[in-house]
C-alpha cells in the first residue's frame, strides 16, 4: 500500500457521513441487543449490508471513541424498562462515523433505537465531554460503572439535576432545532415544559429565601419577651404577643420545610422537576416516534422496503401508542403536582397572613405604651423589615405557582385536561391547551 492509498484510508476514517435532516433510521433488536431488524436509512447509511446487519450485535456498529461509561447508563435504564436517550458516534463499514441522538425504548422481547441529526447548541458541549469521559476510562481504568458515575457527576456540575434531566433537556433541544431546520413551527408542549423548569427553580429558590428569613427572626420574639419584662407589669400583653407570634412563625417554618430536602427526602419541588423532565422527554419522543412510524408506512406502501417490513410498521405503531398514553399519564401527574405546589402557596400566603396581623397586634401596643416602650422599637422595626421582605418574597411565590400552573395546562393534550376539570374533581381545563398527542 502506497502513501497517498494510506492518506487517503486516514481522511476516510476521519470522515463523517452525511445525511440529510428529514431522515430517522431505526433499528430493532432482542433483548441482547442483536439485530433484528431496520429501515433502509439506516443500512445506507451504516454501510453494511442487511445480511451483515441481521444477526449481528449491534455494537458492530459502535464506535471506539464513545465512552463505556454511556453505555452503562443506557444500559441500566432499559432494562428496567424505562426509554432512555444519549448522543452516540456511530462507525460505518468502511471507517467513517455518523453522529445521532438516539431514542431507546424497550419493546416486548427487546429494544427498539429510533435516530435522529443532532444540531442543537448543546452537540457541541457533549462532543468535548465525550472526549473527556473517554480518556478518563482509558488514563485511570474506569470500570464502565465508575465511567457512568463520572459522567452523572460531571452533569451535575453543567447544572443537572442527573443524567435524565440532561437527556431530556437534550432531545428537547434537538427536536426544537430539528423542527426549525425544517422550517416548522415550534411545538407549543416542548415550548411549554422547557419554560416551567425555571418557573420552578425560581420558586424553589425564593423558598429557600424565605426559609432563611424565618430562621432569622427565630430570636426576635426571645428579644419582645427580655423588653416586655423590663416593662411590667405594662409589658405583659408584648409577652403574650411575642409567644403568639414564635409559635406561628415555628407553624410556617414547618410548613416552608416541606419543600426542602429534609433528611434525604426528596421535596416536592424535586418530585416535581423530575416529573417535568420525565414529561418533557417523553413528549419530544413522542413527535419523533410518531414521525419515523409515519415515514415506515410511507416507504412500507411505496415499496422502499424489503419483504417483511409490515412487521416493523406494526411494532412502531404500537411503540407511538405506548408513548401517547404514557405522555398524557406524566403530563397529568405534573398537572397534579403544580396544582399541589400552587395550593401550599395560597395556604402560605394565609399563614403568613395570620402571623402580620400579629406583628401590626405587637406595634399597637407598643404605642399604647409611648415613651416607655423606646427599647422595644428597634426589635419592632427589624420585625417589620423582614415581614417587608417575606411579604415581597411570597407574592413572587404565588405568581410563580400561577405562571406554572398555566405553563403545564397548556402543555397538556385536552382530552386529559377535560379529565381533570372540576366536573371530574380536577383542575379548570386550559382554553390554550394543545391538542392531542
Given at each position: 500500500m502506497n502513501i497517498q492509498t494510506t492518506a487517503s484510508e486516514f481522511a476516510?476514517?476521519?470522515?463523517?457521513?452525511?445525511?440529510?435532516?428529514?431522515?430517522?433510521?431505526?433499528?430493532?433488536?432482542?433483548?441482547r441487543g442483536v439485530i433484528a431488524a431496520g429501515n433502509a436509512v439506516f443500512r445506507r447509511i451504516s454501510g453494511f449490508d442487511w445480511d451483515e446487519l441481521v444477526?449481528?450485535?449491534?455494537?458492530?456498529?459502535?464506535?471506539?471513541?464513545m465512552p463505556k461509561g454511556i453505555f452503562h447508563i443506557l444500559w441500566t435504564r432499559i432494562q428496567t424498562g424505562v426509554p432512555a436517550g444519549a448522543y452516540v458516534k456511530n462507525r460505518t463499514k468502511d471507517g467513517r462515523y455518523y453522529w445521532v441522538y438516539a431514542i431507546i425504548s424497550p419493546i416486548p422481547g427487546g429494544y427498539v433505537s429510533v435516530r435522529l441529526k443532532p444540531t442543537a447548541q448543546v452537540f457541541e458541549t457533549v462532543v468535548a465531554?465525550?472526549?473527556?469521559?473517554?480518556?478518563?476510562?482509558?488514563?485511570?481504568?474506569?470500570?464502565?460503572?465508575?465511567?457512568a458515575q463520572r459522567i452523572c457527576e460531571r452533569l451535575h456540575g453543567l447544572g443537572f439535576a442527573n443524567y435524565e434531566a440532561f437527556s431530556a433537556s437534550a432531545l428537547a433541544q434537538e427536536a426544537m432545532a430539528?423542527?426549525?431546520?425544517?422550517?416548522?413551527?415550534?411545538?407549543?408542549?416542548?415550548?411549554?415544559?422547557?419554560?416551567?423548569?425555571?418557573?420552578?427553580?425560581?420558586?424553589?429558590?425564593?423558598q429557600i429565601k424565605l426559609f432563611q428569613a424565618f430562621e432569622a427572626i427565630r430570636g426576635i420574639p426571645s428579644n419582645m419577651r427580655i423588653v416586655a419584662s423590663r416593662l411590667e407589669p405594662a409589658g405583659g400583653p408584648i409577652s403574650a404577643i411575642s409567644q403568639n407570634y414564635r409559635l406561628m412563625s415555628n407553624e410556617v417554618t414547618d410548613h416552608l420545610g416541606a419543600f426542602l430536602s429534609d433528611g434525604g427526602k426528596r421535596s416536592l419541588l424535586d418530585s416535581i422537576s423530575g416529573r417535568i423532565d420525565q414529561a418533557l422527554f417523553m413528549v419530544a419522543a413522542s413527535r419523533i416516534q410518531r414521525e419515523v412510524s409515519e415515514a415506515a408506512?410511507?416507504?412500507?406502501?411505496?415499496?422502499?422496503?424489503?419483504g417483511g417490513f409490515e412487521q416493523e410498521v406494526d411494532v412502531l405503531t404500537s411503540l407511538v401508542d405506548g408513548y401517547s398514553k404514557t405522555t398524557a399519564e406524566v403530563l397529568a401527574s405534573v398537572f397534579r403536582d403544580v396544582a399541589q405546589l400552587r395550593r401550599s402557596a395560597k395556604d402560605l400566603k394565609q399563614l403568613v397572613t395570620?402571623?402580620?396581623?400579629?406583628?401590626?397586634?405587637?406595634r399597637v401596643e407598643a404605642g399604647r405604651l409611648g415613651a416607655n416602650s423606646a427599647s422595644l422599637t428597634p426589635v419592632i422595626n427589624q420585625l417589620d423589615r423582614f415581614h417587608v421582605e417575606i411579604d415581597n418574597t411570597l407574592e413572587k411565590i404565588m405568581e410563580q405557582a400561577e405562571d406554572g400552573k398555566d405553563l403545564v395546562e397548556r402543555a397538556m393534550p385536552r382530552a386529559v385536561n377535560r379529565t381533570l376539570s372540576p366536573k371530574h374533581g380536577g383542575a379548570i381545563g386550559h382554553p390554550r391547551a394543545v391538542g392531542v398527542l
Open positions: 476516510r476514517k476521519t470522515e463523517d457521513v452525511a445525511f440529510a435532516m428529514d431522515e430517522l433510521f431505526f433499528s430493532r433488536t432482542d433483548e444477526g449481528a450485535p449491534h455494537k458492530v456498529v459502535r464506535h471506539s471513541d465531554e465525550y472526549a473527556a469521559a473517554l480518556s478518563a476510562e482509558r488514563d485511570e481504568g474506569l470500570t464502565p460503572a465508575q465511567s430539528r423542527d426549525g431546520a425544517l422550517g416548522r413551527g415550534e411545538d407549543g408542549r416542548t415550548r411549554c415544559l422547557s419554560r416551567l423548569l425555571p418557573v420552578i427553580k425560581a420558586i424553589e429558590g425564593n408506512r410511507e416507504a412500507l406502501v411505496s415499496g422502499g422496503e424489503r395570620g402571623l402580620d396581623s400579629i406583628r401590626v397586634l405587637c
